[in-house]
C-alpha cells in the first residue's frame, strides 16, 4: 500500500498547468464567441439569403465573412480546450495542441511567403481595393469598411482619386444621373480639425474639372496602396511585435496543453 502510494504522489496533474490552461482557454473561447455574435449578427442584419446569393461573387469581400471564420475557429479550439482541460480529456487537448500548432505554422507561412512575394501581394491588394470600390454602395459594411480605411490613411481610392470612376455612383460620364457624379465618399475629404460634424456632402464634384493641385485642397489624392505601405514601414516595430505575441501565445499554449497531457498519461500509468 505503501509503495502505491508512494507512486501516486511521484505522479500527479498540476493543479497550476490545469487550471492556466482552462482561464487561458476561456478568455480564447469568449473572445471567439464574441466575433462568432458579432459577424453572425451583422449576416442576419442584412438578410441571409441576400448574403447567400453573393457567396460566388468575388469581386469584393464582405468583412462579415471575417468574423464568422476567425470567431468560429476561435470557438472551437477554445471549447476544446476549456473542456480538455478541465475534465482531463487528452483527446480534446490533442486537438486543441495539434490545430493550434497548425495554425502557426500557417501564419508563418504566410509571413514567409507576404515577404518574399511583396509585389505580388501590392497587386492582389490594389485589385481587391478596386473591386471593393466598384461594390462600394453594395454592401453596407463593406461600405464602413472602405471608409474607415480611406480616413485611417488619409488616401482616396487604390492608386488616386480617380479610382472611384469604377463605381457607378461616382464616375464622370454624362450618362451618370447621380448627385454624386464625379465626386468621392466623404472619408476620402481632408478633415477641418474645427468643425466637429462630419460633412457627409463634402465629397460632391470633388473631381469635377479640377486639377490635382485643387483638388489637394478638398481631397485626399494618394492612394490606399501607397498609404498602406507606409504605415507598414513606420510602424514595422508595432506590427512585428503583434505577431511575435501572437506566435508566443500560440507556443505557450501548445507548452501548456502537452504539459497537461503528459502529467495526465503518467498519473494513468500508475493506475
Known sequence: MNRKHHHFKGAEVSCCVKYFLFGFNVIFWLLGAAFLAIGLWAWAEKGVLSNLSSITDLGGFDPVWLFIVVGGVMFVLGFAGCIG???????????????????????????????????????????????????????????????????????????????????????????????????????????????????????????????????HKSIYTKGCVGQFEKWVQDNLNIVASCFVGIALLQIFGICLAQNLVNDIKAVKANW
Open 85 to 215: 482541460a478541465l475534465r482531463e480529456n487528452t483527446l480534446l487537448l490533442k486537438f486543441f495542441s495539434v490545430f493550434l500548432g497548425l495554425i502557426f505554422f500557417l501564419e508563418l507561412a504566410a509571413g514567409i511567403l507576404a515577404f518574399v512575394f511583396k509585389d505580388w501581394i501590392k497587386d492582389q491588394l490594389n485589385f481587391f481595393i478596386n473591386n471593393n470600390i466598384k461594390a462600394y454602395r453594395d454592401d453596407i459594411d463593406l461600405q464602413n469598411l472602405i471608409d474607415f480605411a480611406q480616413g485611417y490613411w488619409s488616401c482616396c481610392g487604390a492608386n488616386e482619386p480617380n479610382d472611384w470612376n469604377m463605381n457607378m455612383y461616382f464616375n464622370c460620364t454624362d450618362q451618370n444621373p447621380s448627385r454624386e457624379r464625379c465626386g468621392v465618399p466623404f472619408s476620402c475629404c481632408v478633415k477641418d480639425p474645427v468643425v466637429g460634424v462630419i460633412n457627409r456632402q463634402c465629397g460632391y464634384d470633388a473631381r469635377k474639372n479640377l486639377t490635382m493641385l485643387d483638388q
